[in-house]
């Protein structure tokens, strides 16, 4: 893919290009494939080397609740600390008795291996979640094609990553000179 950049900057079209890096937004039910994508946006960025925009697309698929409370995190410590939150509450409630015979969903035993296989994961996750935080540098655009709106949005954020339109004169610039004379 590197190859393929090179080329095109030397056919002089590098300071028009721009990398465009979509995520489902079905991965924003799931925090850890939200980070997952995260880190491969991170990854796709420091490799092409280009400017770059992520983007959510299927925003319309997706409770707007949910793709809000994950682009509204600040960290992606942030938002896996939630996750965690929810998993053990959810843990905690299959380990008490259940309403219909008294017995729990899970044992005693399986809480505690999938409590240990938590922690064990954990660490690793907390770290790559540190290592998206450190760069700073991912945030997604939501797109709902539904939306125009939405459309325009995501395009408005390519032109300014390419700076589209700042070498152009301004509009009205002529009328100015007529007036002057």
């Known amino acids: 893919m590197r190859s393929v950049i090179d080329q095109m900057c030397t056919w002089g079209f590098g300071s028009t290009m721009v990398s465009v890096f979509v995520v489902d937004a079905t991965f924003v ?7 997952s994508g995260s880190l491969l946006s991170l990854s ?3 490799a092409l080397e280009l400017p770059h925009v ?5 925003c319309d698929l997706v409770d707007e609740e949910k793709v809000n409370h994950v682009l509204d995190a600040e960290t ?8 965690e939150y929810t998993a053990r509450l959810e843990l905690e409630a299959l380990s ?4 219909n015979d008294g017995d729990p969903i899970i044992s005693k035993k ?3 291996m999938m409590t240990a296989r ?6 690793l996750t907390e770290a790559i979640c540190s290592l998206v935080d450190d ?3 991912v945030s997604f655009v939501p797109l709902n094609i539904m939306d125009e709106d939405s459309i325009d949005h995501v395009l408005s954020h390519v032109d300014h990553t390419i700076q589209y339109g700042e070498d152009l004169d301004v509009k009205g610039a002529e009328i100015d000179d007529v007036q002057d004379d």
């Open 76 to 83: 992606a410590n942030e938002l896996w600390q939630r996750e």
């Open 135 to 137: 760069y700073s540098m």
């Open 44 to 46: 796709a960025m420091i």
């Open 118 to 123: 938590r922690i064990k994961h954990n660490r």
């Open 54 to 58: 992520n983007v959510l697309s299927k």
């Open 29 to 35: 039910c799931d925090a850890p494939k939200f980070i």
């Open 110 to 112: 399986e809480k505690q």
């Open 96 to 99: 008490k008795p259940s309403q």
